[in-house]
């Protein structure tokens, strides 16, 4: 099969699970996912699989990809903060939909990698730093959207505190990974409106222990 048919085949699947957002569905269909996987599963890169990184992470499932990048609600005047830069694909689909994402990785290792590929494709309104992504970015908050792409016990709450009044965060919650959950949560005037979208199976969200991985 032909990199373009393995495109339009995904593209069709993703609108027969129910994606209906047409500009998400166009930026997945830009954004070559080949880039993102290692040269072993290139040939798998237009299935609806997640598939291995390094440093024992994993690139999403495109039908996960576009159910959060929907939920998210973005458009071309919103700054996102994106939580698990991991390959940088998510990250890539955001860059079409947005004015202006910001992204932190736990693994100086994917970050750079993620780096030099979304420097490949000239996507230039990305800013990204490595970090414990449970601890936000409080110099550019708030944000008005905020994805975290690895499970939380909890809504992180330095995470809510630093999304705008109105803002959304999508978030997957769990403390194993048979048992997660998509949440959607809106910062309103009073508190946090929380909203279930379905399961999801992510790898955790490793916080506190940043220096880890961060330093060298
Ligand atoms: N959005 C990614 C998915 C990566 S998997 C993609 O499209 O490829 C989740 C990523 O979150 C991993 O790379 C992991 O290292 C990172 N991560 C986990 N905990 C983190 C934390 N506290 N801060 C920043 N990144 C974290």
Redesign the pocket.
């Known amino acids: 099969m032909s990199d373009a048919d393995g495109r339009a085949r995904l593209i069709l699947e993703l609108r027969r699970c129910g994606v209906a957002d047409l500009r998400v569905l166009n930026a997945m269909e830009r954004v070559p996912r080949e880039f993102?996987v290692p040269p072993a599963f290139v040939h798998q890169a237009w299935e609806n699989v997640a598939l291995p990184?390094d440093?024992g992470?994993?690139?999403?499932q495109p039908a996960v990809?576009a159910r959060m990048t929907e939920a998210l609600q973005v458009d071309d005047r919103t700054r996102v903060l994106e939580?698990?830069?991991?390959?940088?694909?998510?990250t890539a689909v955001l860059s079409y939909l947005c004015r202006r994402v910001y992204t932190?990785?736990?693994?100086r290792e994917?970050l750079g990698q993620a780096e030099s590929r979304l420097a490949k494709l000239r996507r230039r309104n990305i800013t990204a730093r490595p970090?414990?992504?449970?601890l936000g970015w409080p110099e550019q908050a708030p944000f008005e959207r905020i994805l975290v792409?690895?499970a939380a016990i909890d809504i992180p709450p330095n995470l809510s505190a630093q999304l705008a009044i109105g803002g959304i965060m999508v978030v997957p919650i769990g403390d194993d990974s048979a048992n997660q959950c998509i949440v959607r949560v809106r910062r309103e005037e009073t508190g946090l409106d929380i909203e279930e979208l379905g399961p999801v199976k992510f790898?955790p969200?490793?916080?506190g222990r940043?220096g880890e991985a961060v330093s060298g």
């Open positions: 993102f990184i440093c992470q994993t690139i999403s990809v939580i698990g830069t991991g390959s940088g694909y998510q932190i990785e736990r693994h994917l970090g414990d992504g449970a792409t690895a790898v969200l490793i916080s940043a």
